[in-house]
């Protein structure tokens, strides 16, 4: 009955231990994943960016190829 007290008290400290653990654990993996879909994120718009760049570079060089064979005489 003497050591039910310490026995008490070495529970309630690995309990303490093991939950501050798991927050620690809880708070790298938040982290890691909002890194993660930043990064996701980031290369989706990054892609769409470059997706409409280019296209609308080929728009420009059509309409251009159009003027200029509208402007050239024909033979």
């Known amino acids: ?5 310490v026995n008490q008290a070495a529970s309630g400290a690995n309990n303490l231990a093991d939950t501050a653990g798991k927050m620690s654990q809880l ?6 994943n909002m890194m993660t879909s930043s ?6 718009v990054n892609k769409i960016s470059v997706d409409l760049t280019v296209n609308a570079i ?7 190829q159009g ?4 402007i050239t005489p024909e033979k």
């Open 39 to 44: 990064i996701d994120a980031f290369r989706t």
């Open 58 to 64: 080929n728009s420009l060089n059509q309409v251009l």
């Open 67 to 70: 003027i200029s064979s509208a």
């Open 1 to 5: 009955m003497a050591n039910e007290p």
């Open 27 to 32: 708070s790298v993996d938040i982290v890691t």
